[in-house]
């Protein structure tokens, strides 16, 4: 070995040494709103959650809320998100996605690393900016950011990651890019690593994981597929299985369509559309695509032209969340109406009848009620059943503590969209 290749493994053993000390030494930036949301707004909003009333699927209302509040703390970190659609890049390794990415990027400077190996390593939001310099940051697991320049970020390729014998990403789990994108100006980025990488060692073992993550934080998907596959592999549609992309706008880029001839280019697109459309993947359109021109030469349904410029349009981000914010709160709402509303109905039809049956109250007869309650609360027409259940309504609601718990919903609803409001206050 000679004493050039020599001093460059030092220097980067250096460098290795170095991002690792910058990482432990970075001071968390997350804003006293957020960290105020995050504690009072979702202690406060788990235990009202928890509170006694008959919601029978709330895992779903909680989910909204942690993902409200992860989108908070998304854009508390990186302001530049805000009023932005976020569209995730998804595919298999060498797809194109980073390329597809780059042809975007109006300083040619700065490129995403590309290769016909896996590449990407770390998820990385590029949100585009009016700004004259690009601003490149690597965000750190303490919620702090180190600032890079294009030189360094660009030295921040896979080989350098796997030589950690540790997974990076549980330290710095994504970067973010502000730059210039050509024609597009309400737009953000994700790049993420394929999803079928080979891990060949520990330090960036789960990119599956990390880019169904990164790809689920986007409104809009656009899944990227190399042509010479020829076909949709199976596995990308087990992934695309696995996305929640029933609520998102998902295009399908072709690329690298310049590498085979038209008439193959627009069969192998046909027939696509085929496998897409018998596996019920809604798609808004799909395109194959010549990055290196920047030409689309066959389409169906949107070109990605008009697909873009229909989703470049700025987002009202706060409306929202607040609305989000409101809507979880709805569904408890109804909840502890329909509760009280039966509960009065069902004290309403056993006030008719007569007292004498009062006495019975076994343990049996309690089952056989909350059975009858739990199936079908309004099928109930035996007299003796609904007198019984007079009984057990009494004990086990309570109309005015249902009502209690519903202002306190109102209150709640009222004080976390104003924690929401400060949090994003820098936008106003
Ligand atoms: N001819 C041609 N080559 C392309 C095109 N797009 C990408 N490539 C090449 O395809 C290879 C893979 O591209 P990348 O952009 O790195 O693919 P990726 O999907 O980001 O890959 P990972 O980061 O590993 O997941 C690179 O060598 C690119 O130069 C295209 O439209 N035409
Ligand atoms: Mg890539």
Redesign the pocket.
């Known amino acids: 070995m000679n004493l050039e290749t020599k001093n460059n493994e030092l220097q980067e053993s250096l460098d290795r040494f170095k991002i690792i000390e910058d990482i432990l030494a970075s001071e968390p930036s997350v804003s006293k709103a957020m960290s105020d949301f995050s504690t009072i707004a979702m202690k406060e909003f788990t235990d009202f959650a928890n509170s006694e009333f008959s919601v029978k699927e709330d895992a779903g209302a909680l989910l909204i809320m942690q993902d409200i509040e992860r989108k908070l703390k998304e854009i508390s970190i990186f302001k530049s998100i805000f009023n932005k659609n976020i569209v995730g890049i998804g595919?298999?390794?060498?797809?194109?996605?980073?390329?597809?990415i780059?042809s975007f990027l109006s300083d040619k400077k700065l490129v995403l690393?590309?290769?016909?190996?896996?590449?990407?390593a770390i998820p990385t939001y590029i949100a585009s900016s009016q700004k004259e310099k690009n601003i490149i940051k690597l965000h750190t697991y303490k919620n702090a950011k180190l600032e890079l320049c294009n030189k360094k970020f660009l030295s921040l390729n896979r080989s350098f990651f796997e030589k950690f014998n540790f997974n990076f990403k549980d330290i710095a789990p994504y970067i973010t890019i502000e730059a210039k994108l050509d024609k597009l100006e309400h737009i953000c980025f994700i790049?993420t690593?394929?999803y079928n990488?080979p891990s060949k060692t520990s330090s960036l073992t789960d990119d599956k994981a990390s880019s169904k993550e990164y790809l689920n934080h986007g409104d809009i998907l656009i899944w990227?597929i190399?042509i010479e596959n020829g076909a949709i592999l199976g596995s990308d549609i087990d992934f695309l299985g696995e996305l929640n992309i029933e609520d998102k706008k998902v295009f399908i880029v072709v690329?690298?369509?310049?590498?085979i001839p038209l008439d193959n280019v627009k069969e192998i697109v046909n027939n696509f559309v085929k496998v897409l459309d018998d596996n019920f993947i809604e798609y808004e359109g799909i395109s194959a695509?010549?990055?290196?021109d920047k030409e689309e030469l066959y389409f169906k349904k949107t070109s990605l032209k008009k697909f873009l410029e229909n989703i470049d349009k700025p987002l009202d981000t706060k409306k929202d969340i607040l609305l989000k914010i409101d809507k979880v709160f709805k569904f408890y709402d109804d909840a502890i109406k329909t509760d009280i509303d039966w509960v009065k109905k069902m004290i309403r039809a056993s006030k008719t009848l007569s007292l004498n049956l009062l006495e019975n109250n076994s343990k049996k007869k309690e089952m056989i009620l909350s059975e009858v309650i739990k199936n079908n609360q309004s099928s109930i027409k035996n007299p003796m059943i609904l007198k019984e259940m007079r009984v057990y309504l009494k004990d086990k609601f309570d109309v005015e503590k249902l009502e209690e718990i519903r202002k306190k919903g109102k209150e709640l609803n009222e004080k976390i969209k104003n924690l929401a409001n400060e949090v994003l206050k820098f936008g106003d």
Not at 113 to 120: E, F, H, K, N, W
Not at 255 to 259: K, V
Not at 289 to 292: F, T
Request: glycine fraction near 12%; hydrophobic fraction near 30%; aromatic fraction near 8%.
């Open positions: 595919g298999r390794f060498s797809a194109g996605k980073s390329s597809f780059n690393a590309q290769g016909i190996s896996p590449t990407t790049d690593p394929g990488n990227v190399a690329n690298r369509a310049d590498s695509y010549n990055l290196i």
